[in-house]
């Protein structure tokens, strides 16, 4: 396995990997990775004679700095587990090499890896607008994330030049936007959506796990038991309001937790279903917090 941290490095490699016919594909990650995304890169290497994983933690998708500087940096770890299962190219690039230098009159606060602001990385000035597919759920709580999302994902798109790119379903608004973005900016790239992997008890895998405490981590299973009693709910008719009462009413026994939101939504519009639910393109959505450690996950069907 090959680890590149900069980008001429990496383009030259995959040119030549590309002039042998060979076919890419990518999975974009911010590292702390567990086996969910290792699922991802096992659908990759099922499909592509040589598989790209990035691992970058991407400041401008952050609103909270907080957030940033808590989110795990475990790069060694990361690689540890890659290599055996079969990665071929690690991208694990810093903020800088990623967007340049700072430029005078254009400092950011927030370093490559969110603890050094006297390292300092050129802030983008494009602006992503993704309409409505950015205004429910991620992108009302967390303004300005979807922009960075889309500023990374088509950057490094445009450094890898894949032929498939592989995304978990656990972020479906993340997905909902790729595939717009993908879609207007013309990327000849397949998209592939991974079903989401999940723990014992049904917590969906996730880097942010592992900021759990000890007594809360059996409490987080309390998400999956609210979405599996909302999709049987629906199934049996209730109408989403309803629906929505009663999940409210499931967090409130919880005291542990703090709900955020609770959708009912098209799986690819992400626009509220106020109607009776149909039962194919249907995902009920969430996001709770348990302590300090907000967790997203979803359901479709």
Known sequence: MQIFHSIAELRSYLRSQRQEGKTIGFVPTMGALHEGHLSLIEASKAQNDLTVCSIFVNPI????PDDLSRYPRTLDADCAMLAPAGCDVVFAPSAEEMYGPAQTSDRSSLSSDGSNPSVAYAKPILKFD??????VMEGQFRPGHFNGVGIVVSKLFNIVQPDRTYFGQKDLQQVAVVRRMMIDLGFQIELHPCPTLREADGLAMS???RNLTAEERPLASHIFKGLTLAKSLLLSGTPPSEVKQEINLHFGKEPAFRLEYFEIVNAYTLQPIDSQAPEDQTA?????YLGKVRLIDNLVF
């Open 284 to 288: 009920l959505c969430i996001a709770a």
């Open 61 to 64: 998708q952050f609103n909270n």
């Open 207 to 209: 880097s942010r796990n």
């Open 130 to 135: 993704f309409g409505e597919l950015e205004r």
